[in-house]
């Protein structure tokens, strides 16, 4: 029984300890909420294009804090693409967490209970996972709620103030605006493409049959939503086969 008792105290931190790694979370996912704050008011540009008013673009983003996964979705709405190609897209262009997933799971605790793990992968982002994984030790899950209570309401605050503001600014400045976005991605992509030539390569050839399937007999009839899905199966799995990645072999 005694044995029992002390599994239980190692495991399962007080309240004062939760309360201390809660409020870690919370302080170190400052910048990160910062930073969301920022660029989903761009998004929020993009949810009043697509016809979505605030209360529908809040939640939108406070339900999937991923700006590539709701970009994609946002896609296939304004091109009154259907269900399906929605629900395929923004799964490939969230595909990533999956492996994220994988490698946070092995920073719980084994006995961790499952609504814990539950709660934990509704929140995965890159920012996040960056935070989680470089602590040290076991993963707690009272820091990680605590990153998550910053974060989240970050995200779907930025997108609503952008639909606002994209309601109320001119036209011009709403359609300059929506830029940011792109120029989001762009800070993404060229830092990556300078380190690997692969990364460098693949970005042009994507623009170019992106610009293809719009304008080749056959290919251009396709659905904006679908004509993305087929380019973005296509394109990385090309790159997997041709180029795949060496394991990093341990000394």
């Given at each position: 029984m005694q044995a029992k008792?002390?599994?239980?105290?190692?495991?399962?931190?007080?309240?004062?300890?939760?309360?201390?790694?809660?409020?870690?979370?919370?302080?170190?996912?400052?910048?990160?909420?910062?930073?969301?704050?920022?660029?989903?008011?761009?998004?929020?540009?993009?949810?009043?294009?697509?016809?979505?008013?605030?209360?529908?673009?809040?939640?939108?983003s406070l339900l999937n804090n991923a700006s590539a996964g709701e970009y994609a979705a946002l896609t296939v709405i304004a091109a009154r693409a259907s269900l399906w190609e929605m629900a395929l897209l923004t799964l490939i262009a969230n595909a990533r967490y999956l492996l994220m997933s994988c490698a946070l799971s092995q920073r719980l605790r084994p006995d961790m209970p499952i609504y814990h793990r539950l709660i934990i992968g509704f929140d995965i982002t890159d920012e996040l996972f960056g935070l989680a994984i470089n602590r040290p030790g076991m993963l707690e899950p009272p820091y990680y709620y605590g990153a998550m209570i910053m974060a989240m309401p970050m995200w779907a605050l930025g997108t609503a103030l952008g639909v606002l503001a994209g309601s109320v600014l001119p036209a011009a400045l709403v359609s300059a605006l929506s830029v940011a976005l792109y120029a989001m991605f762009l800070a993404i992509i060229i830092p990556q493409a300078r380190k690997d030539r692969v990364v460098r390569v693949l970005v042009p050839t994507c623009f170019a049959l992106s610009l293809a399937f719009s304008r080749l007999p056959g290919l251009k009839t396709l659905s904006e939503g679908t004509r993305t899905i087929v380019l973005t199966i296509a394109v990385s799995a090309a790159a997997a086969l041709l180029c795949p990645r060496k394991e990093a072999r341990n000394a």
């Open positions: 008792t002390k599994e239980e105290t190692v495991s399962m931190p007080c309240k004062s300890e939760t309360r201390a790694l809660a409020l870690s979370g919370l302080r170190d996912a400052v910048p990160v909420g910062l930073g969301y704050l920022a660029v989903s008011f761009s998004l929020g540009i993009v949810c009043k294009n697509a016809g979505m008013n605030v209360w529908e673009s809040a939640l939108l």
